[in-house]
């Protein structure tokens, strides 16, 4: 990263702006309404560019890496929550197969239990 004079006020500044731009969100009427603040805490704060033109074409290279790992680390959580969701489809299935084989279980076994019934009244009479 480059370093420059007085960027630790700038990040604090900039800290400050995003504070009042959540405030200023998270103040509206609409519960619906995402904020800032629903997000994760850390916040990326980019330095303004510098004058110089060496440090310049540095400051370029530096937000295109940037942008390369931002871009990487989305593409890695979209491949781990798309992992997570077909896991739990697949798991919900297996879920589903089960309830509805001991539902034909349970079924069977009313089935079996009425024609039991049944027969002893059937039968009760010849018994005496």
């Not at 960027?7 to 619906?32: F, G, P």
Request: a neutral charge; charged letters at 30%; aromatic letters at 4%.
């Amino acid at each position: 990263m480059i370093q420059q004079g007085g960027s630790s006020s700038l990040v604090q500044n900039a800290h400050v702006d995003q504070r009042i731009v959540c405030a200023r969100i998270s103040k509206k009427e609409v519960t619906t309404q995402t904020t800032c603040l629903d997000y994760a805490t850390t916040t990326l704060v980019i330095p303004p560019p510098p004058d110089n033109a060496t440090e310049l074409q540095l400051h370029i290279m530096w937000l295109c890496n940037l942008m390369d790992q931002t871009g990487r680390a989305r593409e890695l959580a979209k491949r781990k929550l798309d992992k997570m969701t077909e896991d739990s489809r697949v798991s919900l299935e297996q879920e589903r197969k089960r309830r509805r084989e001991l539902e034909a279980e349970n079924q069977e076994l009313k089935r079996q239990l009425t024609e039991m019934d049944w027969r002893s009244t059937l039968f009760s009479g010849l018994e005496e």
